[in-house]
């Protein structure tokens, strides 16, 4: 594969950033192996933005050749307080449920789980030993303490906010994984963004190479209120680049909000319930969770030579020959929200269906069970 098809891989949706697209031409060029990661924390049951979403830039970046690693993050789950601090339930859940969760995501996203390496953080961390803590004093002492501060939104929280200092050492510990792991390009959310950029900036002094980021989009969660979106709306309007950012991350699909996250083994019922109950504003498709579902997840995974969505009460088919016709269709108002809430549930319903049996009738329902047993709070 040329340099140019692989790019091509790396830009292709749900990629939001390519950081950069020059490094990345130039390592190409001079035949360095590409070595990627995408580091997750251990937070319960996996819905669709982690599952889904994470794993198709996961199966993209197979598809290019390169080597890929996700890590399974224990020990920042733990900071992070994760499972309610238990680091004992963090591994159990990150060896168990958590792990075969990501490989059947991968799976049905096109993927394969075996040419994937899942590396728990701990075993890392035993393995390297003082290796590895060089490497989180080197990152720590090229970066400063304000710096740090102002890049926990990674942590899932706030700026301001109260911190042990536990939480302190989570970004070195961060980007000490990435040239611990001896990777080239890195992988995340944009909310990871902060930690990237910060591995960029030390990595030629500190390690001697710079590494590439690619950051993917953030799903938003389910149950996004006008007054959220009318907000989200306005600071991007009036270009308040931080503001904005801080408020994509935190309406972002969480498992912490049961209203807000389709998890990947869900029925079929729970699906279609939580699907009708999302915001989806009638006209909108900027910032509307069910077009973000359509359009990062359906238009991936779906191959139809015709997409026809039904008009509930009429009973009338429409038919359209792309999903950015569907789009465009919606925008004019002429797909009801509720028909394209049916249509959406319908497909993801379809697409997840593999997922849902390995986990209720499969080898992985013991999984579910054992999650169960140490009440996961979903």
Known sequence: MDAEEIIKLVRRTPTEELLTEERLREYLNQGIKLRHYIGLEISGYVHIGTGIICMEKV?????????????????????????????????????GYFKEALKQSLKVVGGDPD?????????????EGLKYFENVIKVSMKTTLSRVRRSITIMGRKRGGSLDFAQLIYVPMQVADIFTLKVNLAHGG????????????????????????????????????SKEWNAIIKAKMEGRREVFED????????????????????????????????????????????????????SRNISEDEIVIVNEKTGEKMSFESFDEVKRAYSEGK???????????????ELLKPIRKHFREGSGKSLIEEM???RITR
Not at 335 to 349: C, Q
């Open 372 to 374: 169960e047993s140490i």
């Open 115 to 127: 040419k994937t390496k899942f590396i728990m953080g701990s075993e890392l961390y035993e393995k």
């Open 335 to 349: 797909i009801h929200p509720l028909d394209l809430k049916n249509y959406v549930a319908e497909k993801l319903i």
């Open 190 to 225: 944009i909310d990871q963004r902060k930690a990237h950029v910060i591995a960029i900036d030390v990595g030629e002094k500190a390690f001697g190479y710079k590494p590439i980021a690619v950051h993917h989009h953030l799903i938003m969660g389910l149950d996004l209120t």
């Open 247 to 298: 408020s994509v991350i935190e309406i972002k699909m969480s498992k912490s909000r049961p209203g807000s996250a389709i998890f990947i083994h869900d029925s079929e019922d729970e699906i279609k319930m939580k699907i009708r109950k999302a915001f989806c504003p009638f006209k909108q498709v900027e910032f509307n969770p069910i077009i973000e579902i359509l359009e990062y997840i359906i």
């Open 59 to 95: 199966a993209d970046f197979q598809r290019a050749g390169i080597e890929t690693i996700v890590f399974l993050a224990d020990y920042h789950s733990w900071i992070n307080r994760k499972l309610g601090g238990d680091l004992d339930t963090i591994k159990r859940v990150a060896g």
